[in-house]
């Protein structure tokens, strides 16, 4: 959309301030597993995350995910008081009339999300994954919630942590995630989010992979038995004490920087998805440290005769 702009505010209008004793002046309400994978690989990708609100643009993955999910969850929810799966034919029907359109349409349309390949095809991936973890694996599940919101303080940390459990049954929590291959074991991030769920919930949390193959695969604990994450009751002590090392962190680069000057570049050195975790970083244009990608030599000369360089962005 081009040529959009809000109107003035009214005379007088100011934003609401955050109140007097709010923590980093009310830049940040809560904390997340994912929030705080972001600040361990990058703390400037942390900032221009959750300082400064910009928000990556959605990957075709995140859309398809999403759509998964809410599928998937459309029949678990009915299924809390049912105890019945509903027809594979009718998850399939709800993925494409209710569930990828929902998933478009929250990921800011089709053309704003990174396709890796036709999004007919990722639609296509979708059904053909719903459809295979519902056949294979919702039959041995049977939840008491869904899409449950976990929300816990820390003792010492003025904000709150919040995430979010796929589905949750009488023994374990599950967190379903779907990619182009098969996990069979937990990385860190997965296990980092497993661990703050279990301390919190008090229940393992179990993780399920579905891979987007022409077959697809799944793995779960029933086939892979390194897919559980469950600390010992002991530990929560010293997952408080990680936790709260986090929030200091943040309190830390808040006070010395600010929230507009950048923070540490760690991404640099840092790897994501098995390659370096800057070429997965939505944020590089606004980067300091990729700045010379957006530099050019201009026309124009200093007074010492020196072409003049720009950087855009």
Not at 110 to 127: H, L, T, Y
Not at 179 to 208: C, E, L, M
Not at 224 to 239: F, K, N
Request: aromatic letters at 10%; charged letters at 25%; hydrophobic letters at 35%.
């Amino acid at each position: 959309m081009s040529g959009f702009s809000l109107p003035p505010a009214p005379e007088g209008f100011a934003p609401p301030a955050p109140p007097p004793d709010a923590w980093l002046d009310g830049y940040i309400q809560h904390f997340s597993p994912s929030s705080i994978r972001m600040l361990k690989i990058c703390p400037e990708q942390y900032r221009q995350r959750y300082i400064l609100g910009r928000k990556e643009r959605p990957g075709e993955a995140l859309t398809l995910g999403s759509a998964v999910h809410k599928a998937l969850g459309f029949n678990f929810e009915q299924k809390i008081v049912s105890h019945e799966d509903v027809a594979p034919d009718v998850v399939v029907e709800y993925f494409h009339d209710k569930a990828w359109p929902d998933a478009l349409q929250s990921d800011g349309g089709e053309s704003e999300i990174r396709w890796d390949s036709k999004p007919d095809d990722a639609r296509r991936d979708g059904e053909r994954v719903t459809r295979a973890y519902h056949v294979a694996v919702a039959p041995r599940i049977q939840p008491v919630a869904v899409e449950r919101r976990v929300d816990f303080m820390v003792p010492g940390i003025a904000v709150p942590f919040i995430g979010y459990i796929d589905w949750e049954e009488e023994t374990h929590q599950t967190d379903l995630k779907t990619g182009k291959q098969v996990t069979r074991k937990p990385d860190s991030n997965w296990r980092f989010q497993g661990t703050i769920y279990t301390a919190f919930t008090g229940k393992p949390t179990h993780f399920h992979s579905l891979s987007r193959a022409k077959t697809p695969s799944i793995a779960t604990p029933l086939e892979s038995p390194d897919m559980v994450v469950s600390p010992h009751a002991a530990q929560v002590e010293q997952i408080e004490r990680v936790l709260r090392d986090y929030a200091a962190q943040v309190e830390f680069y808040f006070e010395r920087y600010g929230p507009n000057d950048p923070w540490p570049t760690t991404g640099l050195f840092m790897d994501y998805r098995g390659g370096g975790a800057c070429l997965y970083c939505g944020f590089r244009k606004h980067c300091i440290a990729w700045a010379h990608e957006r530099t050019v030599v201009t026309d124009m000369t200093d007074i010492n005769g020196q072409p003049i360089q720009v950087t855009l962005g």
